[in-house]
């Protein structure tokens, strides 16, 4: 079984024939079914999150020496903190994803997306086009962080995922290490730089005094998964929804767009997987884990337990209970951004269904995939736009749209 491949078949037979099953090649302790999911994550007194950050790929001393002549770590600060700071950094950053500060993105995604929609025609990929920027841009956004170079954020945030993630050799992780660390000094510069009375995130660890080292660790995991993630569930959204004509041609209905990231959210989470580690012996559904035991949760396989959903596999927007799922986690460690990715999914699906209401795959062939141990998702969303006079009545619903305003506040 090959954890970097894993498909429904092979989370459907896990969670029915093995839902507690040791992974013999990496070590890892794979737990499947939701009820197990959300207990493991809901007590970090049992399990805890130290493992989160930590290369799935053992990272040898050539390339660690790399990263610490940069100044490299990744101390506890959020998805990897167990300790009592969590709470005080978790704090600091909330405040710039309040829903009342989400909610004014509304308008700004909007808008981006609307420039990145004009200027396309014929046969084009999604991803490139629409999906791969837009989320860093907001992210930067809202952090307040101005004067990045979008395009060198995505070569160093892809280069940590895989870095970090990926099941690679030696000689790539010689190259990934490369970006990961020019990334961390730039964060390192930028926080020692910031003016306390700034109003960015930067600004804001300085004035709390949280170390500099915390504070690059911190926003170094942040601005990665913060925008990345949100690609992933773009590209993920408009996959699913495309391969269901019927729900594409639905997407003018009131929430229906909404309902739609909810179910693929639910089916086919970005974030697949994630990591805890045993505190102490403990026993989950009827098996013996034992003390220091690294778990792997797999968070894609929870959203199919019947156990919790009708029906599993069926992409049904209508389902009363989509929202029970653990694509975001549970508990103390529930991300951060979860009500931003959302608005960003919803947003850039209306938009580009007002825009290209015809809109279709170019290719019944499935895409090719990001194949990380946490994060899964098309690399690819090629699709045709349509003729011109499907471009002019797509045309015609998107000055309509204008004109009225945009989209209604959900």
């Known amino acids: 079984m090959d954890l970097f491949q894993l498909g429904r078949d092979d989370l459907r037979s896990l969670r029915v024939d093995a839902p507690v099953h040791r992974d013999e090649r990496t070590g890892l302790w794979l737990v499947s079914r939701y009820a197990d999911v959300k207990a493991v994550l809901a007590d970090p007194k049992t399990f805890h999150p130290d493992n989160a950050l930590t290369a799935v790929t053992p990272i040898p001393s050539p390339v660690l020496r790399t990263l610490a002549r940069a100044g490299f770590s990744l101390p506890p600060t959020l998805a990897n903190n167990g300790t009592d700071t969590h709470t005080g950094l978790r704090r600091l950053v909330a405040a710039f994803l309040t829903p009342s500060r989400v909610a004014r993105m509304r308008p700004r995604i909007a808008e981006l997306a609307r420039e990145r929609l004009r200027g396309l025609s014929g046969v084009v990929d999604l991803h490139p086009a629409l999906a791969r920027d837009l989320p860093a841009v ?86 990665i998964a913060g925008q990345e993630t949100t690609t992933q569930l773009l590209c993920a959204v408009f996959d699913a929804v495309l ?142 736009l349509g003729d011109q006079d499907e471009l002019s009545a797509g045309g015609a619903g998107f000055q309509g749209l204008v004109g009225a305003g945009g989209l209604g506040q959900r």
Request: hydrophobic share 45%; charged share 30%.
């Open 138 to 223: 907001v992210l930067l956004e809202v952090m307040g962080i101005r004067d990045v170079d979008v395009d060198k954020l995505k070569a160093w945030s892809t280069a940590s995922l895989e870095l970090f993630w990926g099941d690679v050799t030696v000689e790539r992780q010689h190259e990934l290490a490369g970006p990961a660390a020019e990334f961390h000094q730039w964060l390192t510069a930028r926080i020692k730089a910031a003016d306390p009375a700034g109003d960015d995130l930067f600004a804001a660890l300085r004035r709390e005094d949280v170390p500099v080292r915390d504070a690059a660790g911190l926003c170094y995991f942040l601005l």
């Open 243 to 384: 391969r269901h004509r019927d729900l594409w041609s639905r997407l003018g209905e009131p929430g229906m767009a909404e309902r739609c990231v909810e179910e693929v959210l639910r089916r086919d989470p970005p974030v697949n997987t994630w990591r805890r580690v045993a505190a102490r012996d403990v026993t989950i559904s009827g098996v013996a884990v034992p003390k220091g035991a690294q778990l792997l949760l797999m968070l894609a396989g929870t959203g199919s337990d019947p156990e919790v959903f009708d029906e599993p596999e069926r992409l049904c927007p209508m389902r009363p209970n989509a929202r029970k799922h653990l694509a975001f986690g549970f508990g103390r460690h529930f991300c951060l951004g979860a009500g931003l990715a959302r608005l960003e999914a919803e947003v850039v699906l209306r938009e580009t269904f007002d825009r290209f209401p015809n809109l279709r795959l170019a290719s019944d062939e499935p895409p090719p995939m990001l194949g990380l141990l946490s994060f899964r998702a098309p690399l690819s969303v090629r699709v045709e």
